[in-house]
């Protein structure tokens, strides 16, 4: 047994390193006399869980004090220790715990399902004190942003940042570093060693900071991180032969808009510089820099200016390249051996812990209304694509919170609300359409003058016609601002404490409505997975959930999924909506009349009937 000793705020901690199964004797004492509460944490080769071949090389457990680092990847008693430990600890705190989990599920056959009702997560219950990252003016989430906080910043600069270092050392890169660094290492160890102890530490230390009033949706939070993994592990199919056929159209389109921009006299349209300078030429002055200085050519400036072949060739040639990378390549890349896709999805994503998917599947980047990149993803075979989307989400849960009588009876009676804003306001219902939304997303007049191409007087008008037929919204916006003027956070109707910028009050009204939308749907997910629909579950995407169902069932499924995920909110009904798309996701979204090449029928025939 190796120990290495390492000093926190004067106090020292002893981490020890297994080095023969003769060792493991000593870890199976600690294991046992620490039964009630552990941190744990895995060192892997790398983030691919799904990908064969993994591993996971070591394992390690902690308390305030002391942990061990078992060299599981060596197999035999390690691994198998390492095991059994797992299922010992009656609580295990952990570090961002799915990934960990999901490792475990895959790598050794651990159920995912045996390890999260025991898990107590330190960046959920980091969130849950302080939801901002760091960009937003809070503390973070990550473990070194944690540890520099509140354990010690010598510890997040000696030790949470020190791979970077070992990296330069090996001659490799961090990314690189994970695969290939010696299970013996000593800052390897020291570096892993410390995880369980500071995950152990900072829930200790993050548990009592959490606001009264938040304390009783810790546990839901948990079971909403673990519904999620359970998606995440299960995948969605990819069709492959569609995936590269998309990519290699994308390619080529790219490839075709390079030549035009070149024989325009631009050689690299990636380049800033020299984008600058091209445009500059043809007589368009960008009216804005870069941070470094150079003339700012940005999507705005071009699609002002698609008339001219150069700008329209960056612009394109711009937009493939990135379709083709964030889309196509990236699944291509990060599927399974079964062609299976795992999405990224973070359950508490934004500082409202509205939930962030990115990964293989960045389902939040798709573009709204279109099949393209949805149509490569499919059913598994028997199985059809089916969604269940609430109506509405945001403006139903802003007529609950505010209590505005206009709007809940608008609701209520199945009214067009976007009509009634246009009338009192005396525009066109698509602007009273944009003027609903933007006030729940906290925009003003120069926002609607952006988005809906009207003048200021109107935008103004807009808004205040809003207002005037629903005042409750705007007394419940200024009772918010008035709450984060005096205390500099508001609480939500679930109890979850989100602090607001000082120069930014009216942002409040967004906050409370966003986060009370993403609990809707959080709790709606939990309904789900009681009623025994979790295999079913594929993503959660905004304000609607992707399942796949046994074609023969699956209208009557999907209905009965709407049913559950349906919730009254302080007397306004929470609607959904049901749609059974076909053998893929994009089939929902084909253009009217369009042949699915998959189904081989008119998916919108309703639509063009009409």
């Known amino acids: 047994m190796k120990a290495i000793n390492y000093d926190i705020n004067g106090s020292e901690v002893r981490i020890n390193v297994v080095e023969s199964e003769d060792d493991l004797p000593e870890f199976r004492r600690f294991v046992v006399n620490n039964r009630r509460a552990l941190g744990f944490d895995t060192e892997t080769d790398g983030l691919s869980w799904w990908e064969d071949g993994f591993r996971i090389r070591l394992a390690q457990f902690g308390n305030a004090h002391e942990s061990y680092v078992l060299p599981v990847e060596r197999g035999g008693l390690f691994q198998e220790d390492a095991i059994k430990a797992v299922g010992w600890v009656e609580t295990l705190a952990m570090q961002n715990g799915t990934f960990d989990v999901l490792c475990m599920d895959r790598v050794w056959g651990v159920p995912a399902e045996t390890v999260f009702p025991r898990l107590i997560d330190s960046r959920i219950v980091a969130h849950l004190v302080d939801s901002r990252g760091r960009k937003d003016g809070g503390i973070g989430h990550s473990l070194e942003e944690l540890t520099r906080h509140y354990v010690s910043a010598t510890v997040a600069d000696e030790v949470k940042a020190s791979m970077t270092v070992i990296a330069k050392e090996l001659g490799v890169r961090k990314s690189e570093i994970w695969p290939v660094i010696p299970l013996e290492h000593e800052g390897f160890n020291l570096y892993a060693g410390m995880d369980p102890i500071l995950a152990y530490r900072l829930v200790k230390l993050l548990q009592p900071k959490i606001p009264t009033t938040a304390r009783k949706i810790l546990r839901y939070e948990h079971d909403l991180a673990a519904a999620c993994a359970y998606m995440v592990r299960r995948g969605i199919k990819a069709d492959v032969p569609y995936i590269e056929e998309c990519a290699a159209e994308l390619a080529s389109t790219e490839h075709q808009y390079k030549n035009i921009a070149a024989k325009l006299g631009l050689e690299n349209i990636n380049s800033p510089k020299q984008v600058g300078a091209a445009v500059i030429s043809r007589g368009i002055i960008p009216t804005e820099t870069t941070p470094t200085g150079q003339p700012k050519v940005d999507d705005h400036l071009l699609k002002a200016h698609l008339d001219d072949p150069l700008c329209e060739a960056i612009y394109r040639g711009k937009k493939a390249a990135k379709a083709r990378a964030t889309w196509f390549d990236n699944a291509l890349a990060n599927r399974d051996a079964e062609d299976r896709l795992h999405a990224d999805i973070r359950s508490m994503g934004a500082r409202t812990a509205r939930m962030a998917i990115s990964g293989a599947i960045p389902a939040q980047t798709f573009p709204s209304g279109d099949s393209l990149v949805r149509r490569g993803f499919i059913a598994d075979p028997g199985m059809v694509i089916c969604a269940v989307d609430y109506k509405a989400q945001e403006l139903r849960v802003l007529a609950a919170l505010s209590g505005d009588k206009a709007m809940k009876k608008a609701f209520r009676e199945e009214a067009d609300l976007h009509q009634i804003t246009a009338d009192a306001a005396e525009v066109d219902r698509k602007t ?179």
């Open 432 to 610: 009273g359409k944009m003027t609903n939304f933007l006030t729940v997303y906290g925009g003003g007049p120069a926002a609607l003058m952006s988005q809906a191409g009207v003048t200021r007087e109107v935008a103004e008008r807009a808004i205040k016609g809003f207002f005037k037929v629903f005042p409750g919204v705007e007394q419940y916006s200024e009772e918010l601002q008035r709450e984060a003027r005096r205390k500099g956070y508001i609480t939500t109707n679930t109890g979850r404490r989100l602090y607001v910028d000082k120069r930014r009050p009216y942002a409040a009204l967004n906050y409370a409505v966003q986060s009370a939308s993403r609990d809707v749907t959080g709790r709606a997910i939990l309904r789900l997975m009681e009623a025994g629909f979790g295999e079913f579950m594929l993503l959660p995407v905004h304000d609607e959930v992707i399942f796949q169902f046994p074609e023969e069932h699956a209208l009557r499924a999907t209905e009965k999924a709407a049913q559950i995920m349906k919730e009254t909110l302080s007397g306004v009904l929470i609607d959904t909506d049901v749609s059974v798309y076909g053998k893929s996701w994009g089939c929902g979204y084909m253009a009217v009349g369009q042949v699915c090449d998959l189904c081989g029928v008119i998916h919108n025939e309703m639509e063009l009937a009409a």
